[in-house]
């Protein structure tokens, strides 16, 4: 059974920082893109990151360009966002995702984690 499990989530300043994880197991992951994906009360879910297990490549959404760094944990399985410089804007549920090489859909969701910045 697939499982992506987030955790790091929580209330911080704006200005600070944040550093969240999605555990992933069940499968083998070597070929899936892992996506950081938010949604804020009222709004549509919107990417945040991604980056392809296989060779480490990363894509950001213009919105966090300069502030969020994705990396992968292989020994780990493990996806990390690390967020730096954090605006209230940032306050959402931040889910973790996987999309299988070849489709345009994401397959895997984790049930997400609070990400909430007081001004």
């Known amino acids: 059974q697939v499982q992506l499990v987030e955790s790091g989530g929580g209330l911080v300043q704006a200005g600070g920082s944040l550093r969240l994880s999605c555990a992933a197991s069940?499968?083998?992951?070597?070929?899936?893109?892992m996506g950081w994906f938010r949604q804020a009360p009222g709004k549509e879910r919107e990417f945040v990151a991604a980056?392809?297990?296989?060779?480490?490549?990363?894509y950001y959404a213009d919105s966090v360009k300069g502030r969020v760094t994705i990396s992968s944990d292989n020994a780990k399985n493990t996806v990390y966002l690390q967020m730096n410089s954090l605006k209230p804007e940032d306050t959402a549920v931040y889910y973790c995702?996987?999309?299988?090489?070849?489709?345009?859909?994401?397959?895997?969701w984790g049930q997400g984690t609070q990400v909430t910045v007081s001004s």
């Open positions: 995702a996987a999309l299988r090489s070849g489709l345009s859909e994401y397959e895997y």
């Open positions: 069940g499968r083998a992951f070597s070929s899936y893109t």
């Open positions: 980056i392809r297990w296989s060779v480490g490549s990363s």
